[in-house]
């Protein structure tokens, strides 16, 4: 069949496609940046619309001759992520049945018990349900509660809080029954919906093999991963509101992400009937165990596939680039840096690449981590998202604090900032050769000012550049010497 995958630069989406293709079918893929999907491994394979939800009349083009249409985004850590989804959730059901869709798939959030009051990511989660119920397409909801693979937001916040704090004071909410579920038995369950009946129009729980407290959770992981017991005092003075910023704190999770996370915690997410097992007979689920030990097994291996880092807020497509010819911008603010470099251009490339994560920013990590915690505190990504892959970029994803923009492999690799300034900013680095067998190393950092706050925030941090970007330029370029000089000699302190 022709699918349509929705939300293919994002956790589930990324995993998605490639699967169906394995599993025959057709599939084509919708993003408001063609440009995110080109240095994913299975690009040639698919076909690449862009289109936005928000904008209906973006839609028609990208379902014409679907028959299976997967509804896999949300707006969460966004502003108004409700009103957002709430339309997105209209516009698509629309033009789906305009175009004569067989199914819509939709992948959502567990149920609220009844006499709860639902978190507002639940509540958004149920009211794009039922608008693709009622779409007139055959429409299954398939209601995950947490999803444990490597790279999911909610295993990062129960990895995290579990490796780093051998002993912690929890909210009451840890003691609430969940049945997380692996990502590949979520994968398996979206494949063989493709295939359901045509009279069949409702929701779905799905569910792992285990239904455990998140304290349970906890001392569960830290047995796989080989930690000593954990030592959990629940409390009822943490409220959710506490604990979002608590795990902000612990957690790469950006508050903006934690918050609805957490307040759907305080919510039992069990399921309550096991139908679409019966309608897509296939191995049991996953125990949490054995999800864990894959998820880890991943980590190690460095074959995360897709993080939660993978989908970003909606691209500022108005605003001009740094690459356009004429700058068309307004005031711009740049930092510029070249050094010589007695190293071939491949090997400044790998240091170029290999930057950010666990490898650093090359000059003054205090400064950095400062800097990311500021962040932090400001309601954004700070500096902990670290990198999917150890070696290899792609554009599109979260490096740290920044987004992967654009990259020239062995030449240009370009990042756009997603912490919190007032205005935009860019780095770019460059790997270009002498023409005597060395290279030049070229380092630009862009900042387009908004306001008189953004200009005040410039020359409030340029007398530090001259220390951090200067240092920067000096040390990768030392660590691309010092690969020269062979292994096992001393690399530029990062």
């Given at each position: 069949?022709?699918?349509?995958?929705?939300?293919?630069?994002?956790?589930?989406?990324?995993?998605?496609?490639?699967?169906?293709?394995?599993?025959?079918?057709?599939?084509?893929?919708?993003?408001?940046?063609?440009?995110?999907?080109?240095?994913?491994?299975?690009t040639d394979r698919v076909e690449i619309v862009e289109a936005d939800l928000n904008d209906p009349a973006t839609l028609p083009a990208a379902l014409d001759g679907v028959e299976v249409a997967y509804f896999l985004?949300?707006?969460?850590?966004?502003?108004?992520?409700?009103?957002?989804?709430?339309?997105?959730?209209?516009?698509?059901?629309?033009?789906?049945?305009?175009?004569?869709?067989?199914?819509?798939?939709?992948?959502?959030?567990?149920?609220?018990?009844?006499?709860?009051?639902?978190?507002?990511?639940?509540?958004?989660?149920?009211?794009?349900?039922?608008?693709?119920?009622?779409?007139?397409?055959?429409?299954?909801?398939?209601?995950?509660?947490?999803?444990?693979?490597?790279?999911?937001?909610?295993?990062?916040?129960?990895?995290?809080?579990?490796?780093?704090?051998?002993?912690?004071?929890?909210?009451?909410?840890?003691?609430?029954?969940?049945?997380?579920?692996?990502?590949?038995?979520?994968?398996?369950?979206?494949?063989?919906?493709?295939?359901?009946?045509?009279?069949?129009?409702?929701?779905?729980?799905?569910?792992?093999?285990?239904?455990?407290?998140?304290?349970?959770?906890?001392?569960?992981?830290?047995?796989?991963?080989?930690?000593?017991?954990?030592?959990?005092?629940?409390?009822?003075?943490?409220?959710?509101?506490?604990?979002?910023?608590?795990?902000?704190?612990?957690?790469?999770?950006?508050?903006?992400?934690?918050?609805?996370?957490?307040?759907?915690?305080?919510?039992?997410?069990?399921?309550?009937?096991?139908?679409?097992?019966?309608?897509?007979?296939?191995?049991?689920?996953?125990?949490?165990?054995?999800?864990?030990?894959?998820?880890?097994?991943?980590?190690?291996?460095?074959?995360?596939?897709?993080?939660?880092?993978?989908?970003?807020?909606?691209?500022?497509?108005?605003?001009?680039?740094?690459?356009?010819?004429?700058?068309?911008?307004?005031?711009?603010?740049?930092?510029?840096?070249?050094?010589?470099?007695?190293?071939?251009?491949?090997?400044?490339?790998?240091?170029i690449e290999g930057i950010g994560g666990e490898n650093g920013w090359y000059s003054f990590p205090l400064a950095w981590s400062v800097r990311g915690w500021l962040d932090r505190l400001a309601g954004g990504v700070?500096?902990?998202?670290?990198?999917?892959?150890?070696?290899?970029?792609?554009?599109?994803?979260?490096?740290?604090?920044?987004?992967?923009?654009?990259?020239?492999?062995?030449?240009?690799?370009?990042?756009?900032?997603?912490?919190?300034?007032?205005?935009?900013?860019?780095?770019?680095?460059?790997?270009?050769?002498?023409?005597?067998?060395?290279?030049?190393?070229?380092?630009?950092?862009?900042?387009?000012?908004?306001?008189?706050?953004?200009?005040?925030?410039?020359?409030?941090?340029?007398?530090?550049?001259?220390?951090?970007?200067?240092?920067?330029?000096?040390?990768?370029?030392?660590?691309?010497?010092?690969?020269?000089?062979?292994?096992?000699?001393?690399?530029?302190?990062?």
């Amino acid at each position: 069949m022709r699918c349509l995958v929705t939300g293919a630069t994002g956790y589930i989406g990324g995993r998605l496609a490639p699967r169906l293709l394995d599993a025959g079918h057709q599939v084509r893929c919708l993003s408001r940046s063609a440009g995110r999907l080109r240095d994913v491994p299975w690009t040639d394979r698919v076909e690449i619309v862009e289109a936005d939800l928000n904008d209906p009349a973006t839609l028609p083009a990208a379902l014409d001759g679907v028959e299976v249409a997967y509804f896999l985004v949300h707006s969460l850590g966004q502003g108004d992520f409700e009103r957002r989804d709430r339309e997105a959730a209209a516009n698509f059901a629309a033009a789906a049945r305009a175009a004569g869709v067989r199914r819509i798939v939709y992948l959502g959030g567990p149920e609220t018990p009844a006499g709860d009051r639902p978190s507002p990511h639940l509540r958004s989660r149920a009211e794009v349900a039922r608008i693709l119920l009622a779409s007139g397409v055959p429409t299954a909801v398939l209601r995950a509660p947490v999803i444990i693979g490597s790279g999911s937001a909610s295993f990062e916040m129960l990895r995290h809080l579990s490796e780093r704090l051998p002993a912690m004071v929890t909210p009451r909410w840890v003691t609430n029954r969940i049945q997380p579920i692996a990502v590949r038995d979520v994968l398996r369950y979206l494949i063989g919906a493709a295939e359901l009946p045509p009279e069949v129009n409702r929701g779905f729980d799905i569910g792992g093999a285990d239904v455990l407290t998140y304290a349970e959770m906890m001392q569960r992981y830290a047995r796989v991963a080989g930690l000593p017991r954990r030592i959990i005092l629940p409390t009822r003075v943490l409220s959710p509101w506490l604990s979002a910023h608590w795990v902000g704190l612990i957690t790469p999770v950006p508050n903006a992400i934690a918050r609805p996370l957490v307040a759907s915690l305080v919510h039992e997410a069990v399921a309550h009937e096991n139908d679409l097992a019966e309608l897509i007979p296939g191995p049991a689920p996953l125990g949490f165990d054995e999800s864990v030990r894959l998820a880890l097994g991943k980590i190690r291996d460095a074959e995360v596939e897709t993080r939660w880092t993978s989908a970003s807020g909606r691209d500022a497509a108005a605003e001009p680039l740094p690459s356009d010819p004429e700058w068309s911008g307004g005031s711009l603010y740049v930092d510029e840096r070249c050094s010589p470099v007695q190293a071939p251009p491949d090997r400044l490339w790998r240091v170029i690449e290999g930057i950010g994560g666990e490898n650093g920013w090359y000059s003054f990590p205090l400064a950095w981590s400062v800097r990311g915690w500021l962040d932090r505190l400001a309601g954004g990504v700070g500096l902990r998202r670290g990198r999917r892959d150890r070696d290899r970029l792609r554009v599109g994803e979260a490096l740290d604090w920044w987004r992967v923009e654009e990259i020239e492999p062995g030449s240009l690799l370009r990042l756009r900032a997603e912490m919190r300034v007032p205005g935009r900013a860019w780095l770019e680095m460059r790997a270009e050769p002498d023409g005597s067998g060395g290279s030049v190393y070229r380092q630009r950092a862009i900042f387009l000012p908004r306001g008189l706050a953004g200009h005040l925030y410039w020359a409030s941090v340029v007398p530090f550049h001259g220390i951090v970007f200067s240092g920067m330029a000096k040390n990768i370029t030392a660590t691309a010497e010092s690969f020269r000089r062979g292994p096992g000699q001393p690399v530029a302190n990062r």
